[in-house]
């Protein structure tokens, strides 16, 4: 028989944590969340938490990669919970359930603590959970975010705490997330014998930045090009030329391009172009926003320069790019 170490005990813990799951989720950020619970009662050697998972109409689920996750219950059957978990679908702008929106409004009527997952955020601002409140999600989906709720505080954090929500920018983020759950309620002893057992050394706070800096990205170690490139990141809508960018590092305008050739084999306009086209793609599969916004907010003055540009770099038409996704 298979000893489950106090893992997902079905009654008598001190906390039930409901796991609400969507096809397509994402399996890494759901386990980072769902694993520092059984660990943290297996150091205990008691059953500090419980937990279910939750589908809509409690049919099994099939995650990103494939994988089939089994269900325990759905909305309608679901118990009281402590805290609720939400981990949204790959395509958050496909999702369209008024009963699963009301049902996690009553949860929310509740005063419990709920979380959203990488894109489980943008189910919990669609059921109006976060207005107001500071949030985050992952920062590939953050374009789609602000689109779709302008006037929300949304922020490139790894996580971000707000009265009774949290949100979570995804991946291994939850991990850091669940440890600090556990440290309010256990304190940071337990916290931090879980992150050690999970290999995990260096236990993240709210207001560390979800992304590497630019030279772990880059390789880059030279200093004005690593200022450069940071420039190009921060002006994508209102793109600077090169001569801009050198005067404002404060180099010449040949310096800088040799730096690029030097480190990056390539021109400071070739690699600025390559940074908005890349972001434009990323706008399209990922959000609702029109093509001549994209164009727009990618620093295109037209749409017909946008997409003979993006044809040329991706081998299909910004259209086509959308219809895929």
Known sequence: MIELDYGCVKNGAERSIGFVLFDSFNMLPFISAL??????????????????????????????????????????????????????????????????????????????????????????????????????????????????????????????????????????????????????????????????????????????????????????????????IELIEANVEQPLTPAELANLVGISKRQLERLFRRYLNTTPARYYLTLRLETAKGLLEKSSMKIIDVAIACGFKSAGHFSSRYFSSFGETPRETRNQH
């Open 35 to 228: 694993e520092p619970l059984r660990i943290a009662n297996r150091l205990a050697k008691k059953p500090l938490y419980q937990w279910r998972l939750i589908s809509e109409q409690g049919e099994n689920i099939v995650a990103s990669n494939g994988m089939t996750q089994s269900i325990d219950c759905s909305i309608e059957d679901s118990e009281a919970f402590s805290m609720l978990v939400v981990s949204g679908p790959f395509h958050p702008e496909n999702f369209d359930s008024p009963s699963m929106l009301s049902w996690l409004q009553e949860q929310a009527e509740q005063k419990i603590l709920i979380a959203g997952l990488e894109t489980g955020c943008h189910i919990l601002a669609a059921a109006g959970l976060l207005e107001g409140l500071q949030c985050t999600t992952h920062w590939e989906n953050m374009g789609q975010f602000k689109d779709e709720w302008p006037s929300y505080k949304v922020s490139s954090d790894v996580y971000e705490i707000d009265q009774n929500r949290l949100t979570c920018s995804g991946g291994a983020a939850s991990m850091d997330m669940m440890l600090y759950v556990i440290e309010q309620h256990h304190g940071h002893e337990l916290a931090a014998s879980v992150a050690d057992s999970m290999i995990h050394p260096n236990i993240r706070s709210t207001g560390e930045p979800q992304r590497m800096d630019i030279q772990s990205r880059t390789g880059v170690t030279h200093p004005d090009l690593l200022e450069c």
